[in-house]
């Protein structure tokens, strides 16, 4: 019974790589050929993070792994964005922190700021790990195309998948919210102690969830928006 049980984890962990890989092919496909469209709509954030910490929990247990989150939003506050695109790229960065991490504990961490020019209140959504972290001169490999580091410098991490989850997941960042405005996937990391991987997407704060404030959002970060997918090189 045991040996056909882990033979039947090892079928569905291959499953699953195998419909990543898949899923990857096409959002790369799609954003080469800007037919990748959002469907950005006001969302909670605690569906947001639910929908996420359900899918982690699980896997980081399983490592021995501290899964917790941090929300320091007003409960009232909401998200302008594609729900599944948001929920990718956290599940994305998440996946990776498991990845890096040994011992010690993944942090999912919402906090408020505002944008560079100042007009738009953001938030900041941030996977901190205190795994292996990155050296300094792989950081700018991580969102390349096909980008993988190289492995013999990290201690007993199993690299799978293409190199394709980053760039998408900075791509799908930089539709949300454009580089100009502060978006796209920041990195700070120390090597040997942890990383932090964060980026911003539009906030609606209690005051602001009006009619007229929706739709100055919606002109500003319309639905049909694709942009050239210059960060694939």
């Known amino acids: 019974i045991e040996s056909v049980r882990k033979a039947l984890k090892i079928a569905i962990k291959s499953g699953r790589i195998l419909q ?8 790369f ?24 910490s359900k899918l982690i929990k699980f896997q980081a247990k399983q490592k021995g792994l501290v899964f917790s989150i941090e929300n320091f939003l007003d409960r009232r506050a909401a998200l302008y964005a594609d729900p599944l695109r948001v929920q990718q790229i956290l599940i994305n960065l998440l996946g990776n922190a498991l990845k890096f ?6 942090t999912l961490k919402i906090t408020s700021h505002k944008s560079c020019d100042g007009e738009e209140e953001l938030a900041k ?11 300094d001169e792989d950081i700018p490999k991580l969102f390349r195309l096909f ?22 997941s900075q791509n799908l960042a930089l539709m949300i919210l454009p580089n100009e405005s502060g978006g796209g996937i ?45 960060l694939f090189i």
């Open 147 to 168: 980008g993988k580091l190289e492995m013999s410098d990290y201690d007993n991490v199993q690299h799978t998948g293409v190199g394709l989850g980053l760039a998408i």
């Open 186 to 230: 920041k990195v700070r990391s120390v090597f040997g102690e942890g990383s932090e991987f964060y980026f911003s997407i539009p906030l609606i704060t209690d005051d602001q969830n009006t009619e007229e404030f929706q739709e100055n959002l919606e002109t500003k970060f319309p639905d049909a928006r694709c942009m050239e997918p210059a």
């Open 125 to 135: 959504l941030s996977v901190i790990d205190t795994g292996q972290g990155i050296k």
């Open 29 to 52: 496909s799609q954003i080469t050929n800007k037919t990748l469209r959002l469907t950005n709509r006001v969302i909670s954030v605690e569906t947001v993070i639910s929908n996420v």
């Open 20 to 27: 990543h890989m898949i899923n990857d092919r096409l959002d």
């Open 101 to 106: 991490t040994r011992r010690g504990k993944i």
